[in-house]
């Protein structure tokens, strides 16, 4: 338990700004659903950009100031912040700075809530050093704490729905086939099937000539953005959800935005997977088939240090397994996507093999949402 608050909580403000993409909307709407259905919270989302917000959570509308959708009370963040009392336990998303006046109401509290500081997911070791570490206000009686999500028992580990697990193992080739059918994605065994979420990446076009020119058939299911648009580049065509073009061997067919739950049943369903970001890129892990991850670009390439601190834990000190970091690293930007390919997919089943143990150990480090509830409540 941390701050002087012994009863259950369950007031929460989660503060979410979106710096661009879904990644942060995406989190933060996990972690609050999580909290209501499985740890019976009240949970208020201030989120400073609705139309993000929507690509996600369709049902909800872009230009109303509250609105609950899913026993959340959404509120749209706005510079003229709203006078409202401060809640229990105050999460601070991925460093945003929670408006002056709420923080004010923050300090008038007696106990003062809990405030945490949610941090971006990196598997470098200093992580678990910072993990928790605190930091008192100087001007006001308030501390916040930093939480860290991660991989390994030391940090706050990664969002995971209870059943989760259970229901992708539960999901069979029945389930993915209706799946499947149901976004118009035919059944055709002998294809290999991709699905495609990334960033602009020059390896993209490179890799759509490596699969059109490749001697058995392989369909690639892209996410709108930049996904989309690439492929429609490399047809010199037009691409939109339901478009399906075919070259060769390549088949390229444009998905909707799926909505969560349908996007983990996609990578269920697919034999490689290309993730991005943060939260895609944990939803793979869950998923259990191969995947290549694109990690958010940041100024002097200091992604690329985090992207080898993953592949440093995912695949151990001593690998044996070179096709998937020398794909990871080609797909980021270093080396040779065609010749770095083909060694993956002749190596699938391995890593297939390897990411079935791989979240089964991430998954006995505990889930983030426990692990947070079981902070702030002291149990
Ligand atoms: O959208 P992203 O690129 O978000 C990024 C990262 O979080 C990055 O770390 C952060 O710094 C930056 O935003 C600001 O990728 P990410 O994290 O995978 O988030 C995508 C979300 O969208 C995730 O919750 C999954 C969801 N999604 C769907 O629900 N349906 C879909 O069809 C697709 C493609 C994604």
């Not at 879904?22 to 139309?51: K, M």
């Not at 994605?185 to 979420?197: C, D, G, I, K, N």
């Not at 959800?241 to 061997?249: D, I, M």
């Amino acid at each position: 338990m941390i701050g002087n608050v012994e009863l259950t909580i369950d007031r929460w403000d989660i503060f979410c700004a979106v710096v661009d993409n879904f990644g942060d909307i995406g989190t933060c709407w996990r972690l609050a659903r999580q909290l209501v259905t499985e740890h019976e919270a009240s949970v208020r989302l201030w989120v400073d950009n609705l139309e993000s917000f929507v690509v996600l959570c369709p049902q909800a509308v872009v230009d109303v100031a509250a609105q609950v959708i899913e026993s959340i009370e959404i509120r749209h963040w706005t510079p003229d912040f709203p006078d409202v009392d401060a809640a229990d336990v105050v999460i601070e998303a991925f460093g945003c700075t929670i408006p002056d006046n709420y923080v004010a109401k923050m300090a008038w509290r007696d106990p003062a809530p809990v405030w945490i500081n949610l941090e971006y997911l990196s598997a470098e070791a200093w992580v678990e050093d910072c993990h928790l570490a605190r930091s008192p206000l100087s001007r006001l009686p308030l501390s916040k704490t930093f939480f860290f999500p991660g991989f390994t028992a030391s940090t706050g580990g990664l969002l995971c729905e209870q059943g989760l697990l259970a229901e992708r193992a539960a999901f069979d080739q029945d389930e993915a086939d209706a799946f499947l059918r149901r976004l118009g994605v035919p059944l055709a065994t002998a294809e290999l099937r991709v699905s495609m979420f990334c960033y602009d990446n020059p390896a993209l076009g490179k890799l759509l000539t490596e699969w059109n020119s490749g001697p058995s058939p392989i369909r690639v299911l892209v996410s709108p953005g930049a996904a989309t648009r690439q492929a429609a580049d490399w047809f010199g065509n037009h691409l939109q959800p339901g478009t399906v073009l075919t070259r060769n061997s390549l088949t390229v067919q444009a998905l909707p935005f799926l909505s969560q739950s349908d996007y983990d049943r996609l990578l269920w369903s697919c034999d490689v997977n290309f993730v991005r970001g943060e939260d895609s890129f944990v939803r793979a892990q869950w998923a259990q088939q191969p995947f290549v991850w694109q990690i958010y670009p940041q100024s002097a390439d200091t992604h690329l240090v985090k992207l080898d601190a993953f592949l440093t834990r995912f695949l151990g000190e001593t690998t044996e397994m070179p096709a998937v970091r020398n794909c990871w690293h080609a797909w980021n930007g270093a080396g040779d996507i065609r010749a770095a390919w083909s060694d993956f997919a002749a190596n699938r089943r391995r890593i297939q093999q390897h990411g079935k143990v791989w979240a089964s150990q991430l998954d006995r480090t505990g889930n983030l949402a426990d692990n947070l509830v079981r902070l702030v409540r002291g149990n």
